[in-house]
């Protein structure tokens, strides 16, 4: 999903009117109903501007950014009755210092996509938080992890790949909500619309009540009058989706990226999952990775090594210069600073911070030497060279 301000081709600072006539604008130009209209356009702008134009709902997305949306989309943050629930939610998540990111990371800016991207070793915690996230009311969508091999090129300098997955997706006959198009919902006549329901049990120390799910009606309070026939009232179908993910550049071996709500479907219009793509590198022929620094071998001949030269090294910005000294030995290195790999963190302080590129020379022995050289060296030897 793209940022609300881009669908409707407005700026941040837009004032009402300024949304209300992009809305109008746009509306005409896609609407299904017309010659070359796009009904999943349409929607998109239907969306953008039900939240851009009203000021409250407008103001928790500049804060909070489109999983609010997404939530009132659906119907509510899985499980909380209104956006007033789950403003207060987030606002606890924020106190809590967890690092929950809303920003939708797919089309996202490139500081939102460091905050997703977490190493094998922080998992743990990671995982801890990502739970916070569900809720037990409704049956959210399964996340997806995948592992993704790229080339060391294409860590270095980031890219974007179309990836497919077999997974639950919204049902777009009935926009996930499971009722036939045209029919209501009726209220869940087990829990009378609560979504959930009280048991008691009776036992030596008293009676104990307890409250779960609804099984009738999975916790939404109400049933379809008729269900979807295309996805039997789920809300879902399973479908091949083709995705289009976002790499950094400077992504690390063994690296995750979140990708917010790209994994399974929900059923019933629930909230989706998450897709989590591990990045595995495969090797270079000619540089060695570690950490941000890159490591290559460079052969001069005897001569460059005594004498001196400038010689020119494969770099991944291309042939650089360097400058061998005279005197120069085999297994030497020399740091050509700031030719690495970019630190992703650098994207979020604007300083695109680099590590280091070593080059390590060695020395290339002649075996077949001409009648010259073998004469040259002969005299260089009884000059005690
Ligand atoms: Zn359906
Ligand atoms: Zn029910």
Redesign the pocket.
């Known amino acids: 999903m793209s940022d609300y301000y881009e669908i409707l081709g407005i700026n941040k600072n837009a004032s009402i009117q300024e949304i209300k006539q992009a809305f109008r604008n746009l509306a005409q130009k896609y609407h299904p109903d017309k010659k070359g209209g796009n009904a999943e356009k349409f929607r998109e702008i239907n969306e953008a501007y039900q939240t851009l134009s009203d000021a409250e709902k407008r103001k928790m997305y500049d804060q909070y950014g489109p999983a609010f949306n997404q939530a009132q989309a659906k119907g509510g943050f899985s499980g909380f009755d209104n956006f007033r629930d789950w403003a207060s939610w987030a606002e606890a998540m924020k106190e809590n210092g967890n690092k929950f990111d809303f920003g939708d990371f797919g089309f996202g800016n490139l500081g939102d996509l460091f905050e997703n991207i977490f190493s094998r070793d922080e998992d743990s915690s990671f995982r801890g938080f990502r739970k916070k996230t569900k809720s037990p009311f409704q049956k959210q969508g399964k996340d997806i992890e995948i592992e993704l091999a790229i080339d060391f090129r294409e860590a270095v300098f980031g890219t974007e790949k179309e990836i497919k997955l077999e997974k639950y997706v919204k049902?777009d006959?009935?926009a996930g909500l499971?009722t036939e198009p045209g029919t209501k919902f009726n209220i869940c006549p087990q829990c009378g619309g609560r979504g959930q329901i009280l048991t008691s049990q009776n036992t030596f120390f008293g009676t104990f009540q307890t409250s779960s799910i609804c099984p009738e009606c999975r916790g939404q309070g109400k049933i379809p009058e008729k269900k979807?026939k295309?996805?039997q009232g789920k809300?879902r179908i399973k479908n091949l989706s083709k995705i289009k993910i976002k790499i950094p550049a400077g992504i690390g071996q063994g690296q995750t990226i979140k990708f917010f709500q790209q994994g399974e479907a929900g059923e019933s219009g629930a909230i989706s999952g998450d897709l989590y793509v591990t990045v595995l590198i495969r090797t270079d022929p000619e540089f060695i990775r570690q950490g941000n620094d890159i490591f290559s071998q460079k052969e001069i001949s005897i001569s460059q090594a005594i004498l001196g030269d400038k010689i020119e090294i494969k770099t991944i910005d291309g042939f650089l210069k360097l400058k061998i000294p005279p005197g120069t030995s085999s297994g030497q290195s020399f740091k050509l600073k700031n030719k690495g790999i970019i630190y992703l963190s650098s994207f979020k302080n604007k300083i695109k911070e680099r590590g280091d590129h070593i080059v390590k020379i060695k020395i290339k022995i002649p075996k077949n030497l001409t009648k010259k050289q073998k004469k040259l060296l002969e005299e260089l030897k009884q000059e005690g060279l």
């Open positions: 049902c006959d009935c499971g979807c295309k996805c809300g």
